[in-house]
């Protein structure tokens, strides 16, 4: 076996070298754990963020931080004329992504959200469910200027996080997660941190139109 052919055989890393939260152990019990995450709201979450878009034939979507492909998935179901890619920096997760929800219209593959291996303005609208909250404020504004770098101009960022929640269950399972998994990161996006940092970015007409599970809040920005 020659030198260069041993090279092609190099496997994927688990995790893409990130200060990112990368999950990779999750990704066998992922599907199972995040119905009880968002308080049983994770497919009416997930439907009604799809519902949200309203795009011609032909549009492409980008899914940052995809995860197994929840969200993914729903997009590319209920727009079975629009292109969606997901990407995430877990190899198994993106695995779990590719074997259960691949399909036509629906790709997914392993990059880092801070470093989208796409041409700018590829895409015409990008989503993002939960994973800013795994992103320290630098990366949550390089992968924002990413994203607007890979947007088409006037084209739609739509994401679904952790922010200021807004129940006694939802500051509950806010200040648990961030106390008990030590991430900093969860803090900032319930200082409202996030939103300040999509402003920061250059995304104009900022505005929030949905609040899920007491601690989740939908928003919605042009490039
Ligand atoms: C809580 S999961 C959300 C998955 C999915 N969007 C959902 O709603 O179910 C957060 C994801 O972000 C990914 N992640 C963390 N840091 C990342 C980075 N720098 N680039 C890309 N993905 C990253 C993790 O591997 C994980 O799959």
Known sequence: MTPDRKR???????ALPTRGRVLVHAATVYDLVQPFVTLGQEARL????????????????????????????RIAE???????????????MVDVAI??????????????AEEL????????????????????????????????RVLKPGGTLLIADMDRPYTALGWAMSWTAWKL????????NMDGLLREEIV????????EIAKFSGYIRVVEAQN
């Open 181 to 188: 998994f030590r991430q900093p990161e969860i803090k900032e």
């Open 8 to 14: 092609e055989f190099v496997p994927a890393p688990a």
């Open 99 to 112: 074997k259960k929800r691949a399909r036509g219209n629906c790709h997914f593959q392993q990059a880092l």
């Open 200 to 207: 920061r970015a250059g995304f104009r007409g900022l505005r």
């Open 78 to 92: 209920q727009h079975p004329e629009v292109q969606v890619t997901g990407i995430d920096a877990s190899r198994p």
């Open 46 to 73: 997930n439907r009604w963020l799809a519902q949200q878009i309203h795009l011609p034939a032909g549009s492409c979507v980008l899914d940052v931080g995809c995860g197994t492909g929840l969200l993914t998935v």
């Open 117 to 148: 291996p796409f041409e700018d303005q590829s895409f015409d609208l990008v989503t993002s469910a939960l994973f800013f909250h795994h992103v320290d404020q630098e990366l949550k504004q390089r992968t924002l200027q990413e994203i607007m």
